[in-house]
């Protein structure tokens, strides 16, 4: 079985940072293409930043420069650091793990940032 269970999410004001963690059970983790995506309110759940199994990441225009994901293969864990936090960055985020057939979304943990 796969599981993906985050954390990290919490309420800070505008221009702070968060750190998110997911950790992966049940899957080659290694091997996986890692992401993280969010879903604002009345808004469609949107790509925030992907990491391949090499290292290479990408990322949604609106977060470049703030926002940087890495993973610790050895622990089976992706994250998000998220700086300089906009309240437009409030939202859902939810940590994926896709290969092949594979895809997996974890259960989502809030972010809020106030004005």
């Known amino acids: 079985q796969v599981q993906l269970v985050e954390s990290g999410g919490g309420l800070v004001q505008a221009g702070g940072s968060l750190r998110l963690s997911c950790t992966a059970s049940g899957i080659a983790f290694s091997r996986f293409f890692m992401g993280w995506y969010r879903q604002g309110p009345g808004k469609q759940r949107e790509s925030v930043a992907v990491?391949?199994?090499?290292?290479?990441?990408d990322y949604v225009d609106s977060v470049k420069g703030r926002f940087t994901i890495s993973r610790d293969n050895a622990k089976n864990t992706v994250y998000l650091q998220m700086d300089s936090l906009k309240p437009e960055d409030t939202a859902v985020y939810y940590c994926?793990?896709?290969?092949?057939?594979?895809?997996?979304w974890g259960q989502g943990t809030q972010v809020t940032v106030s004005s």
């Open positions: 990491i391949g199994s090499g290292g290479i990441a």
């Open positions: 994926n793990a896709r290969l092949l057939t594979v895809n997996a």
